[in-house]
C-alpha cells in the first residue's frame, strides 16, 4: 500500500535566497492522524504550499498515493484537500454556492456538487446558512465553510495549515470532533500546528519541523515521553501565608503573589502528591493549568547538546 504523503529530499530556497525547506524526507501512511509541528517561520506552510503546488521547490520529489506531483499532479489533486490558513473565497458568494463551485473545479457534475455540498455544509452546522454570503457569516463559520469547502472533491488526504489559530475553545473542541469523524471514516489528516495540545489530542503520529529540516519523527506518545518537566499555574482559595518559594520532591514550587503558585513538576511526579502536599500545608487550590508553551519545551529538550 502506498503511503497517503511521501517526501524525499525537498528543498526550498526563495526567491530573497531564503533557504526555507534544507532537505526534508517524510512519510505519512493512510488513514494516519498526523501533525507537522514547529514555531513560526520553519517551514510548514512552505511545504503544504508544495504539496498543493502553488508553491514551486527547488529540489525533491512529493508522492501522493504513489502519484508523482511532477509527473501527473492533475491525478495526484484529485485526491488532495488543502485547508490553507487565510480565508481565500469569494466574500460575496454565498456560502451553498463556494461549496459548490469548488466542486466544479474537480469536475464533479452539478447534482452531485449539490448533494455533497448539502451533506457537508449540514455536517459543518452551516446549513441553515447555505443562503449567506460569506462575508456575514462569523469568524467561527468561515472556519468551517473553509473544511466544507476542502473536502467536498472527498480527497482522501486531508491537509490543514493551523486549523484552530485565533479560533475560540468552543469551535476548537467543535473542528477537534469533526476532524476526527473525517479520520475515523478513512481519510488521512496532516495538520500543522504550534499547539502541541492539539497535536496531542487529536494526532498519532508527529513530525516536528524547525529551520526548515525535521527534527524529529515520530509517534505523540513517544514524543511526549521527551517532555520532561511540566509547569502548571495553581489558582489559591485563600491568600498564602508562606512568602519564600520551597521544593517538595522533584517539584519546585514558585509564589507567584499571595493568590497563585507556579509549581514545576518532573513528569514522574503525581499531581495528587502535590495536592495532597498542598492541603497538609492549609494551602486549597481552586483551579489549576497548564503553563504553555510546553512545545517551547519540548523543542528545548530536543535541541539541548546533553540528553533531556
Ligand atoms: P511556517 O509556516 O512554519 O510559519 P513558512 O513556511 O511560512 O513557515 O516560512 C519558512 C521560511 O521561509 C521563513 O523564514 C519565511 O520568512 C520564509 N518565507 C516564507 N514565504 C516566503 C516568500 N514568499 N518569500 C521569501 N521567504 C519566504
Known sequence: MHPALSINGLRKVYANGVEAIKGIDL???QRDFFALLGPNGAGKSTTIGIINSLIRKTAGTIDIFGISIDEDFARAKLNIGVMPQEFNFNAFERTMDIVVTQAGYYGIPHSVATERAEHDLKLMGLWEKRHTRAIALSGGMKRRLMIARSIVHRPKLLILDEPTAGVDIDLRRL?????RTLNSEGTTI????????EAEHLCRNVAIIDHGT?????????LLKLLQREVFVMDL???LVKTEDWSYGDAQIHIVDSNTLKVNTHRDQSLNDIFNHLNEN????????PQSNRLEELFLSLTRSDPP
Open 27 to 29: 512519510e505519512v501512511a
Open 282 to 289: 492549609g494551602i486549597q487550590v481552586s483551579s489549576m493549568r
Open 214 to 222: 525535521i527534527i524529529q519523527n515520530t509517534s505523540i506518545r513517544e
Open 175 to 179: 473542528l477537534w470532533e469533526l476532524l
Open 190 to 197: 496532516i495538520l500543522t500546528t504550534h499547539y502541541l495540545e
Open 237 to 239: 482559595i485563600s491568600p
